[in-house]
């Protein structure tokens, strides 16, 4: 089976430009979470899908917004974006709840 | 409000020799997840553990969940220079909504 996948892999934006980026989850897989890594703030959570609807939801502002297509793949968007959200984006899937979660080689965002 | 603390953030270790990473964490969870990144990689999932008890174990790699303490472990036995890696705990509390990483452990294995 493919891996997970995520577009692009780099990115470079200005801040109060949007972005979109898009993973790919192993096929079969239902669910997506996505997670932002910064050397500040390390790991965080950002949400999760299953099946179309979102499960769970860190602590993020609404410039963060996320969907998942009937195919199970999945975006997040950032709108007006700031310094700080240059990070690693990471994107997982996985078969269930309790099954172990595959990870994509992430999108790597800068904000200038 | 969901805390995860981990110890060692930093741990030297010589091949062959056995150690451990903690990882505490504030609230009852519903899972506890444990993670592998390797330098400028993504991350790969190494155990997750769901119920008081709960041990698993992969290679080198043991990993066990105390609820009642609110405390996993993870073992290293005798270490290789391949499990170099920054090691990550994760736990989440699903009826809260809330997922929190701990800040890692940078483990480095020497000859």
């Known amino acids: 089976k493919a891996g997970v996948t995520q577009t692009p892999r780099y990115l470079i934006k200005t801040r109060g430009q949007q972005v979109t980026l898009s993973c790919s989850p192993i096929s079969g897989h239902r669910s997506v979470s996505w997670y932002q890594q910064t050397p500040g703030q390390g790991l965080q959570f950002l949400f999760e899908?299953?099946?179309?609807?979102?499960?769970n939801k860190g602590n993020f502002p609404g410039r963060f917004s996320g969907r998942q297509f009937s195919n199970s793949r999945s975006e997040m968007n950032v709108s007006t974006l700031e310094l700080g959200d240059s990070a690693l984006y990471l994107c997982a899937s996985s078969d269930g709840w309790v099954e172990t979660q595959y990870f994509g080689p992430g999108t790597r965002l800068l904000v200038l | 409000e969901l805390k995860v603390e981990q110890n060692p953030l930093f741990l030297s270790m010589q091949e062959g020799k056995n150690y451990t990473i903690y990882c505490n964490y504030s609230t009852t969870s519903d899972r506890l997840y444990w993670y592998r990144q390797d330098p400028g990689k993504s991350l790969e999932s190494l155990f997750v553990l769901l119920s008081n008890g709960a041990v698993k174990q992969e290679g080198r790699l043991m990993a066990s969940l105390d609820t009642k303490a609110r405390l996993s472990t993870l073992h290293i036995t005798a270490a290789v220079h391949d499990l170099s890696a920054t090691y990550f705990c994760a736990v989440d509390t699903y009826n809260n909504n809330d997922m929190r990483f701990g800040a890692g452990t940078r483990l480095t294995v020497k000859p």
């Open positions: 899908y299953f099946s179309e609807t979102q499960r």
